[in-house]
């Protein structure tokens, strides 16, 4: 997608195997079978943090790369 | 202390495991449960009678043996029959016998037989075994004599319960099944070195980390009974444990990528070391480890395991998994801390090249350790005659077709075909 | 008497350049262009019979390579011919292709380009042996091919002594040792210093070149896509659980949430229990909404598109991500969010 054009950032949790195939835009997640949610948080606070991880990852298809880079959200809370 | 009410023997010595083997040649159902030159008889409704739980409504055993026309599709596990003596003898500690270190003393061993349950379970992923044809020789149960446990669960029941029953089920019954050979002449005498001693010096000491799935309900490991967790912290087993099924299969994905019961009993990088064992190697432990589902967890449980395998002196270490690409991550992170430690390091990786095998083959490769054997190309496709008898399931859905048909698959669902443990004989060569 | 057909394009087949790129396949007896020089190296045992070829752009399409095919069988060749493509793009796919197609009808080719061409990758299990970076290095090229010709011809195998480049197809084997058994020896090896001995060479991943970034995602149409397989709860077009061989797109139109009970993953390679208990922790449909409603993002595209990404073949996925790419492009989506499980 991205050699077609459209800045895709991927929201995952196994980031070196992103880096390694190449994946330029990568947002990561907290856990393989949830990539947007996080079920250790009460709903609420689950939501904050999903809305967080999409806005980083609109940050990162609004931002110039070169190679593969690496957007986290961070840990504190907010 | 008797042995026979499971509690280890303490003759104050790391002696090892003697096992005894009973070869299974010709098997039959009849009237009583029983083993005598070589051939196993099995009372159905004594069968039944082991199997029975209230998660089932009826279970049934039939026979499926090496190059019979016969297909077992929905393949949930394979246990090979053990015992340690009348009851079991402390064997499968924590299902069958109690939750205790077991893998000293005797244990009496039905080779070339298992128990497989094989039937629908929802979050199964499709596995078949053929028992004769080009499949046959890719799955370990193509060549054991296969006492099929086929069942209906009760109305109502959890699909948790049913799966849990089937478990507990199939590890009774291959343990009573085993207790028929108690009193019969060994066909073999196997003696099983224990753990090599502190002052034992000279030859390197190599270790196998066995990587476990720990996903939680149908996609995780028992160890003495117990659910491995997703997060514990690596650990260090005699590896004759597992001959007396310390560990226990409860998982139902990537078929050709599974570990089932039978291949922990029979743990082929254990025996592969055990075979050089005091000659150029020392065969000097089993870790067992989860694979964590998040990339923090799969970092920490690896670094631990290379401190681990450090401060127990190994010399060198070989890395399995149970799983698909996931899985290829934990072993690629725990080659690295390995070899950051200065441990040499080789894994067993499946590879996942597609159909024409040009795709790239490693999921995730490590980046400092460099030797990888390979157990086969998931994706290579196989042709699949038609066959005159379909157990655990008329429908083989993967393949579109009826169970009975011939068909095409991938390796990919052919049990235990790439074999993450080492058991197969596959790997995979450039091709011209 | 050896024969054998050589595919080229329109360029070398001496009729244009660029303003010839949309030429049909046709094809001509005997050599042409560079194939005269192939067949004086190939010797009297070798017979050019026939020459494909077709315009760079036309052989870009999907229908062209049953025209092409059906060109080079007609002509009864004993061994097929592509290239030297050297680094052109179009010219390398079609080559590569051309290449595949022959070689999965069990007829015997090699193809002949650059090894940085892109078209590389396309040629499936048929070798590709590495030619010059430029037409002006055709000589040494062709003299490379004409020794490939005559080891394919002859059923040989190609490696790297011979200028192979690309993928080399491998193929599952049974050996005498168990896996375990050659973990062994493969283990005393490294013990003893050997740092080569490996079964599986290291893998070699694409470079991607990064697209643009969004001017203005205040303003963008963003779609959802994802690898989870959330799927209506019926999953009413059978996404499969592992090995997808499709992908598929749900309506999100109306939608500014997805109930759990509503949607479920089929994913089979991990416990789907959280994502069936929120499908928002697959899709993030719940905060896009939210952000689209705020002005953070111009649009949320109309619907998202899914696959199962369980022992998913690279082969099928690099087709999933070019198909994503080409139909969130004809409707205008400018960027992606990709959940990945």
């Known amino acids: ?78 | ?432 | 008497m050896t024969r054998v057909v050589h595919y080229i394009n329109q360029f070398f087949a001496g009729l244009g350049g660029e303003d010839t790129a949309t030429v049909p396949p046709a094809s001509k007896e005997g050599a042409v262009g560079p194939g005269r020089k192939l067949a004086q190296l190939l010797g009297d045992d070798y017979e050019i019979v026939a020459t494909v070829w077709c315009g760079d752009d036309h052989a870009a399409g999907p229908e062209v390579m049953d025209d092409l095919l059906a060109l080079v069988r007609a002509a009864e060749p004993d061994v097929v011919v592509t290239g030297p493509a050297f680094t052109s793009g179009r010219y390398g796919l079609a080559c590569a292709r051309v290449a595949a197609a022959v070689a999965a009808e069990g007829i015997a080719v090699v193809a002949c380009m650059h090894p940085d061409n892109p078209g590389i990758d396309e040629a499936g299990t048929a070798p590709v042996v590495a030619s010059g970076e430029v037409a002006r290095q055709m000589g040494p090229s062709l003299e490379t091919l004409a020794a490939a010709v005559r080891k394919v011809a002859a059923g040989e195998s190609l490696t790297a002594d011979d200028g192979r480049v690309g993928k080399i197809p491998r193929r599952n084997v049974t050996v005498d040792q168990t896996s375990a058994e050659r973990a062994v020896a493969l283990v005393l090896a490294r013990l003893g210093g050997d740092r080569e001995a490996t079964e599986v060479p290291l893998p070699r991943f694409d470079q991607v070149t990064p697209a643009q970034p969004v001017a203005d995602v205040t303003t963008a149409l963003i779609a959802l896509v994802t690898e989870g397989a959330l799927v209506p709860d019926a999953n009413p077009d059978s996404l499969e659980s592992a090995r997808a061989t499709r992908w598929l797109r749900y309506s999100l139109d109306g939608r500014d949430v997805l109930p759990a009970g509503e949607f479920r993953s089929v994913h089979g390679g991990f416990s789907t229990v959280w994502a069936n208990e929120d499908p928002h922790r697959i899709v993030p449909l719940d905060v896009a909404r939210q952000l689209e409603g705020e002005g953070a993002i111009g649009t949320l595209h109309g619907e998202y598109l899914v696959t199962a990404g369980n022992g998913t073949s690279v082969g099928n996925a690099r087709r999933f991500g070019v198909e994503w790419a080409a139909d969130l492009r004809r409707q205008g989506v400018q960027a992606a969010l990709l959940t990945a499980t």
């Open chain 2, 1 to 432: 202390m008797d042995a026979s009410n499971g509690a280890p023997t303490r003759d104050g010595a790391d002696t090892g495991l003697t096992r005894l083997v009973h070869t299974v040649r010709a098997v039959a159902l009849g009237e009583r449960t029983a083993y005598a030159d070589g051939t196993l008889t099995v009372s159905g409704p004594e069968a039944a009678a082991v199997l029975a739980d209230p998660a089932l409504a009826e279970v049934r055993v039939s026979w499926a043996s090496p190059g019979d026309p016969a297909r077992i599709v929905k393949v949930l596990d394979a246990v090979e029959p053990r015992t340690k003596g009348p009851g079991g003898g402390g064997i499968f500690p924590g299902f069958v016998g109690p939750a205790l270190p077991q893998g000293r003393g005797v244990t009496h061993v039905l080779r070339g037989a298992a128990v497989v349950v094989a039937g629908f379970v929802p979050r199964a992923q499709e596995a078949v075994v053929d028992m004769s044809g080009p499949a046959a020789p890719l799955s370990p149960m193509g060549a054991t004599h296969n006492l099929v446990v086929e069942f209906t669960p009760a109305p109502g029941a959890a699909w948790e319960a049913v799966y849990e029953a089937l478990r507990k089920g199939a590890l009774a019954l291959a343990a009573r099944l085993a207790e028929a050979a108690l009193d019969a002449e060994p066909d073999a005498v196997e003696e099983l070195p224990g753990l090599p001693g502190p002052g034992e010096r000279g030859l390197p000491r190599v270790a196998a980390i066995t990587n476990l799935q720990t996903q939680g309900t149908f996609k995780e490991v028992f160890v003495y009974g117990r659910s491995f967790g997703s997060t514990a912290l690596p650990t260090l087993i005699d590896p004759n444990d597992l001959d007396d099924g310390a560990v226990v299969s409860g998982q139902l994905g990537h078929p050709s990528l599974k570990n089932p019961t039978w291949v922990f009993q029979n743990h082929p990088v254990v025996a592969a070391l055990r075979a050089r064992h005091g000659v150029d190697l020392l065969c000097a432990g089993v870790v067992l480890s989860p694979e964590p589902v998040d990339a923090a967890n799969k970092e920490l449980v690896s670094a631990h395991a290379a401190r681990l395998c450090k401060a127990a002196g190994f010399d060198a270490v070989i890395v399995t998994k149970e799983g698909g690409g996931n899985a290829d991550a934990d072993m690629a992170l725990k080659m690295d801390a390995l070899e950051e430690l200065g441990i040499p390091t080789v894994a067993l990786y499946a590879e996942m090249a597609g159909a024409d095998g040009t795709g790239p083959s490693i999921v995730v490769p490590p980046t400092k350790a460099t030797a990888m054997v390979s157990t086969g190309n998931y994706d290579e496709r196989l042709s699949l005659p038609a066959m005159e008898r379909a157990l655990g399931g008329d429908r083989v859905d993967v393949a579109g077709a009826a169970a009975l048909d011939a068909f095409e698959l991938p390796t990919a669902v052919v049990y235990a075909s790439l074999s993450p443990l080492g058991w197969g004989h596959l790997t995979c060569r450039e091709a011209s």
């Open chain 1, 1 to 78: 997608m991205e050699r077609a054009g459209i800045p895709t950032a991927l929201l995952c949790n196994l980031t070196s195997i992103a880096e390694r195939v190449g994946a330029p835009r990568i947002v990561p997640t907290r856990g393989i079978p949830y990539p947007t949610g996080d079920p250790s948080l009460g709903a609420e606070a689950e939501r904050a943090w999903r809305r967080r991880l999409v806005e980083r990852g609109l940050e990162a298809v609004a931002t110039a790369v070169h190679k593969p880079t690496v957007f986290p959200v961070d840990q504190e809370s907010e």
